[in-house]
Nanobody, 120 residues
Framework: QVQLVESGGGLVQAGGSLRLSCAASGQGFSSLTMGWFRQVGEKERVLVAAISWGGSNTYYEDSLKGRATISRDNAKNTVDLQMNSLKPDDTAVYYC?????????????WGQGTQVTVSS
């Protein structure tokens, strides 16, 4: 069993930056594919960034390309999402997720979510 706890959300002005962090507990973190999803209201959660177990492969949803960096520290069991040049459209609840294997679009574990609000 893996538990994920996000931190780092908050209110920021457009053009600003935020760094989201996810701390994982439980064994096997270094073998998990990790990702960040976001959800606006009742809409579907959307995968916005992902990183392979070793960190060599990353994925970014088109709207975040060039503005975000996902990273992980397997020694500390953490995964971060650095977001820059934030826009009001980035406002959402951001969820950390973990997948056993590569199927991060269908993760096995979820965090509780952290609110990001970008004001114009």
């Amino acid at each position: 069993q893996v538990q994920l706890v996000e931190s780092g959300g908050g209110l920021v002005q457009a053009g600003g930056s935020l760094r989201l962090s996810c701390a994982a507990s439980g064994q096997g973190f270094s073998s998990l594919t990790m990702g960040w999803f976001r959800q606006v209201g009742e809409k579907e959660r959307v995968l916005v960034a992902a990183i392979s177990w070793g960190g060599s492969n990353t994925y970014y949803e088109d709207s975040l390309k060039g503005r975000a960096t996902i990273s992980r520290d397997n020694a500390k069991n953490t995964v971060d999402l650095q977001m820059n040049s934030l826009k009001p459209d980035d406002t959402a609840v951001y969820y950390c997720a973990a997948a056993i294997g590569n199927d991060i679009p269908k993760p096995n574990y979820w965090g509780q979510g952290t609110q990001v609000t970008v004001s114009s």
